[in-house]
């Protein structure tokens, strides 16, 4: 940092207050993780200085060797970690992954689409009229049982036989239970649709059996690498090699120019991390303390959405408890804790509100927290949901995060 800290000092300190922030701070936002060193080198490395638009062995700007070998490498790591015939590791984000997809099997404005709800648990690219895939495409959308809050895959089926959609998408940002993909396949299949699973959540949980995988069912599967992954901030498909060159112009001229080369030698890194037997106990442990929490959570008398959780994350309902999800986030922040508001599926008010609050593992599990962890942190979230407005409170739970974090690192591969 040396060098930041001379030519910009204010960004070096920006960067100081979040890396104390982070540390002192227990990260329970489900889509957010740590990296390694390793892929922190990768990020912050030379390979951020050069162009490379095309793909590997078929680049428009010359010198491009060496970023061919890195986007190679992480094309494979991707194939083998998953069992996919094809991987393109170029897209900027999931929501350009999920656009790259959409481009390939959809006519911009005629193109109709099938998706999760936000408000029930999916994502603002799949379809939120707010999103540019609300705007370009007709979409008709699904949400779970009211009473079970899971979803209904009868009622999928029923809406996709009177709908007849070019696309099913299946996947979600705030959804508690494992997913049947191969339900959503079959459905698709049926109704002569294409088939698209956005893991962005739960990629690392499908890439170690903790979690049912859509590769090799699905037709186009999306994700992110910075979540369960554990990689940096980007996103990635997959599908069959009969779709690859479909998707991959799509990706590119179809939607982005050059890619992140940095963010792809970073991905590689990720995905070699990913490969390793220990990163299966990692995602095993997420689940493990997922299930802890909740537990936790439940005999503080706060109400899950759905009873419980077979993921990473859990949504708790706080209705009957007369507080929002924003003031519940607020009252978190002030005793270190990170989360984030969000709506339920009998949500009565607006997305910047909500009466839920998500909660994830995936971070907390990267620092090496267990299930003992896991017990107090719930103990913490219930005291200080009890008495939001009490900020003697709040200020005695932010030691104890204080005093808890310090025994552990910020870095994954730091023990
Ligand atoms: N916005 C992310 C989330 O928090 O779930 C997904 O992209």
């Known amino acids: 940092m040396s060098g930041l800290a001379e030519t910009d000092p204010e960004i070096a300190e920006v960067i100081e207050k979040e890396r104390l922030r982070q540390l002192n701070g227990l990260e329970l936002i489900a889509s957010e993780n740590l990296v390694s060193h390793a892929v922190l080198e990768a990020m912050g490395s030379i390979m951020t200085n050069k162009y490379a638009e095309g793909y590997p062995g078929k680049r428009y700007y010359g010198g491009c060797e060496f970023y061919d070998i890195a986007e190679n490498l992480a094309r494979d790591r991707m194939k083998k970690l998953f069992g996919a015939e094809h991987a393109n590791v170029q897209p900027h984000s999931g929501t350009q992954a999920?656009?790259?997809?959409?481009?390939?099997?959809?006519?911009?404005?005629?193109?109709?689409?099938?998706?999760m709800s936000l408000s029930q648990g999916g994502h603002l690219s799949h379809g939120s009229p707010v999103s540019f895939s609300g705007k370009m495409y007709q979409v008709t959308q699904y949400g779970v049982d009211?009473?079970?809050?899971?979803?209904?895959?009868?009622?999928?089926?029923?809406?996709?036989?009177?709908?007849?959609?070019?696309?099913?998408?299946?996947?979600?940002?705030?959804?508690?239970?494992?997913?049947?993909f191969r339900a959503f396949a079959e459905i698709a299949e049926?109704?002569?649709?294409?088939?698209?699973?956005?893991?962005?959540?739960?990629?690392?949980?499908?890439?170690?059996?903790?979690?049912?995988?859509?590769?090799?069912?699905i037709d186009f599967v999306t994700t992110t690498t910075h979540k369960t992954l554990r990689g940096p901030r980007g996103g990635a498909i997959m599908c069959s090699s009969e779709y690859a060159g479909?998707?991959?112009?799509?990706?590119?001229?179809?939607m982005q120019g050059g890619p992140l080369m940095n963010t792809i030698a970073a991905k590689a890194v990720c995905?070699?991390?990913?490969?390793?037997?220990?990163?299966?106990?990692?995602?095993?442990?997420?689940?493990?303390?997922?299930?802890?929490l909740a537990e936790t959570l439940a005999d503080?008398?706060?109400?899950?959405?759905?009873?419980?959780?077979?993921?990473?994350?859990?949504?708790?309902?706080?209705?009957?408890?007369?507080?929002?999800?924003?003031?519940?986030?607020?009252?978190?922040?002030?005793?270190?804790?990170?989360?984030?508001?969000n709506t339920i599926p009998r949500e009565k008010r607006s997305p910047f509100v909500t009466s839920g609050l998500?909660?994830?593992?995936?971070?907390?599990?990267?620092?090496?927290?267990?299930?003992?962890?896991?017990?107090?942190?719930?103990?913490?979230i219930i005291r200080a949901l009890r008495d939001i407005h009490n900020e003697a409170?709040?200020?005695?739970?932010?030691?104890?995060?204080?005093?808890?974090?310090?025994r552990f690192s910020l870095y994954p591969d730091e023990p």
């Open 98 to 115: 999920n656009m790259a997809v959409y481009f390939a099997v959809m006519e911009c404005g005629q193109g109709k689409m099938m998706s």
């Open 146 to 180: 009211l009473e079970t809050e899971m979803i209904d895959y009868g009622v999928v089926e029923e809406i996709a036989r009177k709908l007849k959609p070019d696309l099913i998408v299946s996947g979600a940002s705030a959804y508690p239970r494992e997913i049947d």
């Open 190 to 217: 049926e109704v002569d649709a294409y088939s698209m699973a956005d893991i962005a959540h739960i990629a690392g949980l499908c890439a170690t059996g903790m979690h049912n995988s859509p590769v090799g069912h």
């Open 246 to 254: 479909l998707v991959d112009k799509a990706v590119f001229p179809g």
């Open 271 to 292: 995905l070699k991390e990913a490969l390793k037997p220990s990163f299966r106990d990692y995602n095993r442990q997420i689940v493990r303390n997922a299930q802890a």
């Open 300 to 341: 503080g008398d706060l109400r899950l959405v759905s009873g419980g959780t077979d993921n990473h994350l859990m949504l708790i309902d706080l209705t009957d408890r007369g507080i929002t999800g924003l003031e519940a986030e607020m009252a978190l922040g002030k005793a270190g804790i990170t989360a984030n508001k």
């Open 358 to 380: 998500r909660l994830g593992t995936p971070a907390v599990t990267s620092r090496g927290m267990k299930e003992e962890e896991m017990r107090s942190i719930g103990e913490f």
């Open 393 to 406: 409170n709040l200020r005695r739970i932010r030691e104890e995060v204080v005093e808890l974090t310090g």
